[in-house]
């Protein structure tokens, strides 16, 4: 069974310009208690500006639309940017630690570990972009 739960925030179409449409939207009080609220990256006190990829020119600017996110890939990239990266550095820790009588070059060790990690999630952003992306709902 299959969990079709989303995070939406309420935007207006701020420009279209080659299949990508730029939506803006401001932050909401909802946002403290928000699983995503890591992924999302909203400034509190400000707007933020995604750009989606359309192709079927269904939007016109200045309409207010909602940006929805998969709730499924919002935990997704919390494992890839937190979960993974911790788990990698405390396993590199440990191991360096048993072999090594030098705590801080382990330490030191472990967390340039992390350096090729981030390296790859780098080189892969475009494919990263795709997985990742909002989609767009009209309010009616």
Do not use: W
């Not at 570990?113 to 475009?126: A, K, S, T």
């Amino acid at each position: 069974m299959q969990d079709n739960k989303s995070i939406e925030h309420s935007g207006v179409v701020h420009s279209i310009e080659n299949g990508i449409i730029k939506v803006g939207f401001a932050t909401q009080s909802a946002c403290a208690s928000c699983l995503a609220n890591g992924v999302c990256s909203v400034p509190e006190d400000g707007d933020k500006e995604v750009e989606i990829i359309d192709k079927a020119g269904k939007y016109k600017i200045g309409e207010k639309v909602d940006i929805v996110l998969q709730e499924s890939l919002g935990l997704r990239a919390l494992f890839l940017g937190y979960l993974l990266p911790f788990l990698i550095l405390f396993f590199v820790l440990i191991v360096l630690s048993n072999i090594m009588d030098s705590e801080l070059l382990a330490g030191l060790i472990s967390l340039f570990c992390l350096i090729p990690y981030y390296l790859v999630l780098y080189l892969q952003r475009d494919k990263l972009k795709k997985t990742f992306s909002f989609n767009l709902k009209k309010i009616v």
